[in-house]
T-cell receptor, first 116, second 109 residues
Framework: DTGVSQDPRHKITKRGQNVTFRCDPI?????LYWYRQTLGQGPEFLTY????????KSRLLSDRFSAERPKGSFSTLEIQRTEQGDSAMYLC??????????????FGPGTRLTVT | GQNIDQPTEMTATEGAIVQINCTYQ??????LFWYQQHAGEAPTFLSY????GLEEKGRFSSFLSRSKGYSYLLLKELQMKDSASYLCAFYNQGGKLIFGQGTELSVKP
């Protein structure tokens, strides 16, 4: 059984560059979530998908951020024109609404982004 | 509005019992989660409460009072490996988890 996987695990980029992260959820999980976590804080919701539909996007997410889940399986999160304030751990989680515990989210290892 | 609050840090002794409190406020509530997160790692699921009362799972127990907007996580027979951040989160009607800032627990010998 493979859990949620994320790639890359670490990314260092220069301010102004674009970055893209990938998340592969647990197989057959229909919901996929993106969170951002900074040091000493809990994860902060960014957006989530049910299958390929993006159902909600946080108001904290600027226009520089975009996420896709084109075939309802893996998802990508792109940040354009990165800023130093984007430095954080980006976490992906997945869940299955058809199970006994539809609210239980399983987290991936995260992608740590450092913007220099 | 919605918010969630838990202590920033706690210290306890190996073998002891510790209780981590969490208070929350939200207009739409679909359950209260506790996650454990070791430094540099992803959060891992500990417990889920949707009804009032105590849920026990081995050394860990979680309590919920919906009328008071209050939960706690109880850790018994503390071990050094329990040193971690403990995240309280509620699941709202929109389908997402709203997390507290986390409680950093240090277990001392």
């Amino acid at each position: 059984d493979t859990g949620v996987s994320q790639d890359p695990r670490h990314k260092i980029t220069k301010r102004g560059q674009n970055v893209t992260f990938r998340c592969d959820p647990i197989s057959e999980h229909n919901r996929l979530y993106w969170y951002r976590q900074t040091l000493g804080q809990g994860p902060e919701f960014l957006t989530y998908f049910q299958n390929e539909a993006q159902l909600e996007k946080s108001r904290l997410l600027s226009d520089r951020f975009s996420a896709e889940r084109p075939k309802g399986s893996f998802s990508t999160l792109e940040i354009q024109r990165t800023e130093q304030g984007d430095s954080a751990m980006y976490l992906c989680a997945s869940s299955h609404t058809g199970t006994v515990r539809p609210y239980e989210q399983y987290f991936g290892p995260g992608t740590r982004l450092t913007v220099t | 509005g919605q918010n969630i609050d838990q202590p920033t840090e706690m210290t306890a002794t190996e073998g002891a019992i510790v209780q981590i409190n969490c208070t929350y406020q939200t207009s739409g509530f679909n359950g209260l989660f506790w996650y454990q997160q070791h430094a540099g790692e992803a959060p891992t699921f500990l417990s889920y409460n949707v009804l009032d009362g105590l849920e026990e799972k081995g050394r860990f127990s979680s309590f919920l009072s919906r009328s008071k907007g209050y939960s706690y996580l109880l850790l018994k027979e503390l071990q050094m490996k329990d040193s971690a951040s403990y995240l309280c989160a509620f699941y709202n009607q929109g389908g997402k988890l709203i997390f507290g800032q986390g409680t950093e627990l240090s277990v001392k010998p």
